[in-house]
């Protein structure tokens, strides 16, 4: 694993926005949206006072990239699987409902991510996120030894799929 200056991967709630608008092509939903109102009442939903971004991931290539079926965004089979996905604006959203996966993000102090809420099965959107909330303190403490190896191996995961540089504060 190359070396990290950890504090240079916290990106911005900003960031994090034009990672999932830009890059992984996601529809930003209004929060009065009542399409998305039944994933709010998942216990596991930030509080909605600290909600910042409410997002619908629907394009296939993006889902087969986030469950592992496509390895990399620079991989021949996303660039494939890319070209005919159909693209989608807020209103037409409708429609994939219910193959779509929903993220919620959520910040205490406006600036950085606090919280964030999968609604699917995305263990590589899991692990784009959990690199957002940047590297956890070093204590000797052996829960946060098993906190420390799960962010490095999800800054791994994220560098294979080519974001790692998208989440570089530089």
């Given at each position: ?37 039944t ?46 996905d ?5 209103e037409?959203?409708?429609?994939v ?30 692990s ?25 191996q999800d ?16």
């Open positions: 694993m190359p070396e990290y200056d950890f504090k240079s991967i916290q990106p911005t709630n900003n960031v994090i926005d034009q990672l999932l608008v830009n890059h992984l092509h996601a529809i930003r939903l209004n929060q009065d949206d009542e399409r998305w109102i994933i709010l009442e998942d216990p596991f939903v930030p509080p909605i006072e600290t909600i910042v971004g409410v997002y619908c991931v629907y394009r296939k290539s993006i889902l087969d990239l986030l469950q592992g079926r496509i390895a990399s965004i620079e991989s021949y089979d996303f660039q494939n699987a890319s070209a005919n159909k693209l989608l604006t807020a037409d959203v409708e429609g409902l219910d193959m779509a996966t929903f993220v919620v993000i959520a910040s205490e102090d406006d600036t950085y991510m606090s919280h964030y809420f999968i609604g699917s099965e995305a263990e590589k959107l899991n784009i996120l959990n690199v957002c909330f940047g590297h956890p303190n070093l204590i000797d403490d052996q829960s946060m030894e098993r906190s420390i190896k799960r962010f490095e800054v791994l995961i994220v560098e294979k799929m080519g974001f790692m540089k998208l989440l570089r504060n530089e």
